[in-house]
C-alpha cells in the first residue's frame, strides 16, 4: 500500500529487502528498485540512485541492523519513519546527531495514536 501511495504521487520506490525472494514481491507491488541489504551497503547504493541528494523519507521496519544505513539515506530534512522493528529495537544513539546531517527528523508512529 505505501509503495502505491509514493507511485500516485510520483514518487521513486527504493526497497531494501533481505532476501531476493522479497526483492521480488517489492518489484511485483511496484518498486522501482530493490536492494539486498544483507548483501549490499545500501546507503551507498540509495546515494548513487539519488545522484548523492538522498531521498526524503526513509521507512524502516527491521530497525536495529538498518537504523543508522537508513538514516544516512536521508536527505537534508528527511524523514525516518521507524516501525515494527523486526530484527529488534535500535541501540541507544544520540538525538543530536540528526542536526549535522542535515536537521533529520525521526519519528516512531503507533497505530493507536491514529485510531
Not at 526483492?23 to 551497503?41: C, N, P, S, V
Not at 538498518?66 to 536521508?74: A, G, K, P, V, Y
Request: aromatic share 8%; net charge negative; proline share 5%.
Amino acid at each position: 500500500m505505501r509503495t502505491l501511495m509514493i507511485k500516485i504521487l510520483g514518487g521513486t520506490v527504493i526497497e531494501t529487502v533481505s532476501t531476493p525472494a522479497k526483492a521480488d514481491l517489492a518489484k511485483t507491488a511496484g518498486a522501482d528498485h530493490q536492494i539486498l541489504y544483507t548483501e549490499t551497503d545500501f546507503d551507498e547504493e540509495v546515494n548513487t540512485l539519488t545522484d548523492g541528494n538522498g531521498v526524503n523519507v526513509a521507512f524502516d521496519s527491521v530497525e536495529k541492523t538498518t537504523f543508522e544505513r537508513s538514516i544516512n539515506c536521508l536527505k537534508p530534512l528527511g524523514t525516518m519513519v521507524l516501525y515494527v522493528n523486526a530484527s529488534g529495537p535500535v541501540r541507544q544513539f544520540n538525538p543530536s546527531s540528526l542536526g549535522p546531517k542535515g536537521s533529520l527528523f525521526l519519528t516512531h508512529p503507533t497505530i493507536f495514536d491514529y485510531l
